[in-house]
């Protein structure tokens, strides 16, 4: 007696169409995830008050970047890691030669090269110099012996009898100072990775039926 089983539909064929659609539904589900990281961590920087360009330095990718897999993965990372993870942690910044940090006031404007001010270049821009005025309470200073101009900052006075001249107050100067936390990235990652199971099966459930 000869028996013969014949199934239908073919099972290598059925398994392999639910291969494929694995693949498709973990590749798009990890694409989702991390395009959704990636959006909710420029919605927190720009949200606290970081700008729009370091927003914009958080970048997504989807691996394999083309074709999908069982194995696909999502990478989000910043273009300006320092700086995003200085805001995420909230560090305690001191002098790196172990002196005073110079925290510019309103006074003192803004730098050429962009950033913060620093003493040596508000001097040569200015031509004045700075003197430096210890407080035991409160930061101790640095001052410039000149006056403020109409848009509140400290310059030279050009008046010979000394009218108008005053001891302005250009940076504080502090031992060291704790970067406040702006951000919780690890909050949204978190949300990022649970939510991934449940894409899965929304997209292969979507893709079968």
């Known amino acids: 007696m000869k028996l013969k089983l014949d199934i239908d539909p073919d099972i290598v064929t059925m398994m392999a169409a639910e291969v494929k659609a694995g693949e498709r539904a973990v590749t798009?589900?990890?694409r989702e995830a991390g395009t959704g990281l990636k959006t909710a961590w420029r919605g927190?920087?720009?949200?606290?008050?970081?700008?729009?360009r370091l927003a914009n330095s958080i970048r997504s990718q989807?691996?394999?970047?083309?074709g999908e897999s069982l194995n696909a993965a999502a990478l989000v990372w910043?273009?300006?890691?320092?700086i995003v993870s200085a805001h995420d942690t909230g560090p305690l910044i001191r002098s790196?030669?172990?002196?005073?940090l110079a925290?510019?006031?309103p006074a003192a404007g803004k730098s050429l090269r962009g950033g913060r001010i620093t003493p040596g270049e508000w001097e040569q821009r200015r031509g004045l110099r700075l003197r430096f005025v210890y407080r035991r309470r409160g930061?101790?200073?640095l001052v410039a012996e000149g006056r403020l101009n109409s848009r509140g900052l400290g310059v030279a006075s050009r008046s010979k009898t000394g009218r108008g001249r005053a001891t302005v107050p250009i940076f504080l100067l502090v031992p060291q100072v704790r970067l406040p936390k702006r951000l919780d990235l690890g909050r949204d990652a978190e949300r990022a990775l649970d939510s991934v199971p449940g894409l899965i099966v929304a997209r292969w459930v979507k893709d079968r039926f």
């Open 28 to 30: 798009s589900a990890m």
């Open 44 to 52: 927190q920087i720009a949200q606290a008050g970081l700008g729009g």
């Open 62 to 66: 989807t691996f394999p970047k083309a």
């Open 78 to 82: 910043s273009k300006a890691p320092v």
């Open 96 to 100: 790196k030669d172990g002196f005073w």
């Open 103 to 105: 925290i510019p006031l």
């Open 139 to 141: 930061p101790s200073l």
